[in-house]
């Protein structure tokens, strides 16, 4: 089976893993080949429960490093040489369960904002733009009074608000009502790619895959494999 | 029943009489245990979080030291502190022994193994999605801390209080190292102590329900800052 696959320019990967493994325990959660991803692509990962989606976006996002790795290169750098704070600046993640932090929605929005420095008038415009965008009425009320929709969408925006080079995103809409849902999947399309930006975006939905997805990959067992089931490098 | 009635009217007199003397215990015995409390923190806070996140040969034999601490008999911290301060001892040229600042040191021994001890199990018993989220921002390690001690608030206000109830609460060490010596290093408890030996009994009643009242004044509040908001 192709995988369909849009490069929207050849340069070299934003992401490039090479045989790279992560164990808990005894339970081996990730081994893959090979993962490159693209500057400007938007790649759909899907694949049963535990089958370490969420693993590769904690070691992409460098938040966890992998037991081993021939290689393992965010951006331009070997992210296995230090200096993952500072890379970290340039990826942004959305959890399956994100947490909110105590305060108001502004608070958790501007958490990450004033933590690199910017201006409380920048923080204001970006909270306000991003709250219009994702449907957040009451950015005063308290993060944690918020319904899970609410609170997933708070998510999102706080991380899109960072305006990262690389987004990992684990199944953000995924407690969404559909209405808000196919309305956020049209509005969400052209910020995933954004300024070249590059995105893994983790599914369980096949109607999100395909209308986001310049590329598809599945998971399973910690392995990569395409979607029809036949092992492949990507 | 009798004796701690006229102890408790005592209290009440001498209190409303404003004895200078009780005055001046326990404000010497509020100093101390809040500098010794202050300084704790100061070093138990950031430690108990180091080895609450840390990850590092020998980890779990420094934590278990700390807990071991916690239960760390405060006679003999005064022992110890007492050997280190006297005149012939390596700190005696600072000529602290039997002075307040030998009784913070006292105090700080007993206080900062309870404040590092219970960090930590504050720290650790947090949701660990609070590290991950913060990291996944951008957080510095300053901000990841930040951002835990706010999420630990709750739990932390408590080891304060639990440190400074260690502090306050010590006899044994503080007579050793202080001397209990009138109008200089008498604080609240070793006051009980010398009453209840010479058999005054109502006045070291009284005396105890006054330091009561200073722990309890107090603790009102930190649990003021601690439900802030709650």
Redesign the interface.
């Given at each position: 089976m192709n995988l369909s696959v849009k490069r929207v320019q050849m340069s070299d990967p934003v992401v490039w893993i090479k045989k790279a493994s992560k164990s808990y325990g005894v339970l081996v959660a990730l081994d893959v080949e090979e993962l490159k991803i693209w500057p400007g692509e938007v790649l759909t990962l899907s694949g049963p429960n535990g089958a370490g989606k969420s693993t590769l976006l904690?070691l992409i996002?460098l938040?966890e490093e992998p037991d081993r790795a021939e290689m393992f290169r965010v951006f331009d750098k070997n992210a296995m040489n230090g200096g993952r704070?500072a890379l970290?600046?340039r990826?942004?993640?959305v959890?399956q369960?994100?947490?909110l932090?105590?305060g108001s929605g502004y608070e958790n929005i501007a958490?990450?904002l004033r933590?690199?420095g910017f201006q409380p008038e920048e923080i204001g415009r970006r909270a306000r733009s991003l709250a219009e965008l994702l449907g957040l009425v009451d950015l005063e009320k308290r993060a944690r009074e918020l319904s899970r929709g609410q609170a997933q969408r708070l998510a999102l925006a706080?991380?899109l608000a960072?305006e990262p080079e690389l987004l990992l995103l684990d199944e953000p809409l995924n407690a969404l009502d559909n209405a808000i849902r196919n309305r956020l999947l049209v509005d969400l399309q052209p910020i995933l790619t954004a300024g070249g930006r590059s995105t893994v975006y983790v599914t369980h939905s096949q109607e999100e895959a395909e209308q986001l997805g310049t590329r598809k990959l599945g998971l399973s067992k910690g392995t990569v494999v395409n979607i029809a089931g036949r092992k492949s490098h990507s | 029943m009798d004796l701690i009635w006229k102890g408790a009217v005592k209290a009440i007199r001498l209190l409303a009489g404003v004895d200078r003397e009780l005055l001046k215990i326990a404000w010497l015995s509020l100093k101390v245990s809040a500098t010794a409390t202050i300084v704790a923190m100061l070093i138990g806070l950031p430690l108990g979080t180091w080895l609450a996140l840390g990850k590092f040969k020998g980890r779990r034999l420094l934590l278990a030291i700390a807990n071991t601490g916690m239960g760390l008999p405060p006679v003999v911290v005064g022992l110890t502190v007492a050997i280190l301060l006297w005149r012939t001892g390596p700190l005696g040229f600072l000529g602290l022994l039997y002075t307040p600042a030998a009784m913070v040191s006292a105090q700080f021994f007993i206080a900062v193994p309870i404040v590092t001890g219970l960090t930590t199990a504050t720290i650790q018993s947090l949701d660990p999605r609070i590290r991950l989220e913060a990291l996944a921002l951008g957080a510095s390690i300053p901000q990841l801390v930040r951002v835990l001690w706010r999420e630990a608030r709750l739990g932390l206000l408590a080891t304060v209080m639990a440190g400074f109830g260690g502090a306050i609460s010590e006899v044994g060490a503080v007579l050793m190292v202080g001397g209990n010596i009138k109008g200089q290093t008498r604080v609240l408890t070793t006051s009980v102590v010398t009453e209840t030996r010479v058999g005054h009994f109502d006045q070291a009643i009284a005396l105890s329900v006054i330091l009561l009242l200073l722990v309890f004044l107090t603790n009102v509040v930190l649990t003021y800052l601690q439900q802030e908001r709650q």
């Open positions: 904690r996002g938040l704070p970290r600046r990826v942004g993640m959890f369960e994100p947490f932090f105590k958490m990450g933590w690199r706080r991380t960072l | -």
